[in-house]
T-cell receptor, first 114, second 115 residues
C-alpha cells in the first residue's frame, strides 16, 4: 500500500512569490493535515481537512491556505512568501480523522526562501 | 490548551544501554498520546500510541511507553539501544473525542547512540 506522497520534495522560491504544495494521502484516507517544521518553532499544526471541508486551523496568517479535493488529495498554498516561511512542510493522513487514530506522514516538502 | 514538554534536547547512550526519553504533558481534558520518530530527510513514523486501556503500550522496534496520569507523563523506553535507533523522537498529544485531529508536539529529543 503506497504511503503519503508529497510533491515536490524540494522547492526554492524568492520573497514575494507564492507556492503550492501537493499531498496525496494513503488510499482510503479521508483526513489530511498539514504541519510546518522549523528549527526555531518545531512542529506546528497548520490545518486539517476532511471530506473537502477545513475542520480546524492553526495559528498562522491568512497567507497560508489549503484545500482538499473529492479524491482526498490536498494542496496548500502560501502567498507573498517571507524568509520565515522556509521550513519542512509535512502532510499527514488518517482514515476518518478521529482523534484516536494515528496520522501517517509523508516525507515532506522542503521549502527554501531566498 | 495543551502542551508537551520533552526533557533534554539531546540524549546520548551507548549501544546496548537503556534508552529513556521523557515526555510530560499539560492538558485541560484527557488526551491521546503518541510517540513519533524522524530519521534525517524523512517524515514522522509512528512508534506507539495510547488511547484507552492498558497504560503500558508496546510499539515498533522494541520501544514501549507507560501512561502515568498522576504524573502526566508518557516516557518512552527501550531496554537495549541499537545504532539504528539514532534519530529524533517527538512526543505528541491530541484531545480526546474532539472529532478532529490536531497534534501538539513537543520540541523533540535527538537520540545519539555510540558504539
Amino acid at each position: 500500500k503506497a504511503g503519503v506522497t508529497q510533491t515536490p520534495r524540494y522547492l526554492i522560491k524568492t520573497r514575494g512569490q507564492q507556492v503550492t504544495l501537493s499531498c496525496s494521502p494513503i488510499s482510503g484516507h479521508r483526513s489530511v493535515s498539514w504541519y510546518q517544521q522549523t528549527p526555531g518553532q518545531g512542529l506546528q499544526f497548520l490545518f486539517e481537512y476532511f471530506s473537502e471541508t477545513q475542520r480546524n486551523k492553526g495559528n498562522f496568517p491568512g497567507r497560508f491556505s489549503g484545500r482538499q479535493f473529492s479524491n482526498s488529495r490536498s494542496e496548500m498554498n502560501v502567498s507573498t512568501l517571507e524568509l520565515g516561511d522556509s521550513a519542512l512542510y509535512l502532510c499527514a493522513s488518517s482514515f476518518s480523522g478521529e482523534s484516536n487514530q494515528p496520522q501517517h506522514f509523508g516525507d515532506g516538502t522542503r521549502l527554501s526562501i531566498l | 490548551a495543551q502542551s508537551v514538554t520533552q526533557l533534554g534536547s539531546h540524549v546520548s547512550v551507548s549501544e546496548g544501554a537503556l534508552v529513556l526519553l521523557r515526555c510530560n504533558y499539560s492538558s485541560s481534558v484527557p488526551p491521546y498520546l503518541f510517540w513519533y520518530v524522524q530519521y534525517p530527510n524523512q517524515g514522522l513514523q509512528l512508534l506507539l500510541k495510547y488511547t484507552t486501556g492498558a497504560t503500558l503500550v508496546k510499539g515498533i522496534n522494541g520501544f514501549e511507553a507507560e501512561f502515568k496520569k498522576s504524573e502526566t507523563s508518557f516516557h518512552l523506553t527501550k531496554p537495549s539501544a541499537h545504532m539504528s535507533d539514532a534519530a529524533e523522537y517527538f512526543c505528541a498529544v491530541t484531545p480526546m473525542n474532539t472529532g478532529f485531529q490536531k497534534l501538539v508536539f513537543g520540541t523533540g529529543t535527538r537520540l545519539l547512540v555510540s558504539p
